[in-house]
């Protein structure tokens, strides 16, 4: 079992920068997929990116803005925003996958969750 605690929201201006980070205890760190996933108010909680030890993936909405990385060492994966708008504006939530094939973006696959972090982003 793996225990996720999520930091780094809060609320910036359209065109800033935030980076969000994701400390997870339990289990080897290394042997989890994990996973960003955002949720607006009165919308399903959708992929933004995931990492595994060959495979990254960034949903293609924030692609070019957003980047996800890992620190094994820390028990750590961050999630790098840039270029912020508006419709960014969600709770953040990190997402833990054992043992799974790749960096999947499906909600199922993901067996551990944090409690999100809130991200706004004003115009």
């Known amino acids: 079992q793996v225990q996720l605690v999520e930091s780094g929201g809060g609320l910036v201006q359209a065109g800033d920068s935030l980076r969000l980070s994701c400390a997870a205890s339990?289990?080897?760190?290394?042997?989890?997929?994990m996973g960003w996933f955002r949720q607006a108010p009165g919308t399903d909680r959708e992929f933004v990116a995931a990492i595994s030890w060959t495979t990254v993936k960034v949903a293609d909405s924030v692609k070019g803005r957003f980047a996800v990385s890992r620190d094994n060492a820390k028990s750590t994966v961050y999630l790098q925003m840039n270029s912020l708008k508006p419709e960014a504006s969600a709770v953040y939530y990190c997402?833990?996958?054992?043992?799974?094939?790749?960096?999947?973006?499906?909600?199922?696959?993901?067996?551990?969750w944090g409690q999100g972090t809130q991200v706004t982003v004003s115009s």
């Open positions: 339990g289990r080897s760190f290394s042997d989890y997929t």
């Open positions: 997402a833990a996958a054992w043992r799974v094939v790749g960096a999947p973006m499906a909600r199922g696959d993901y067996n551990y």
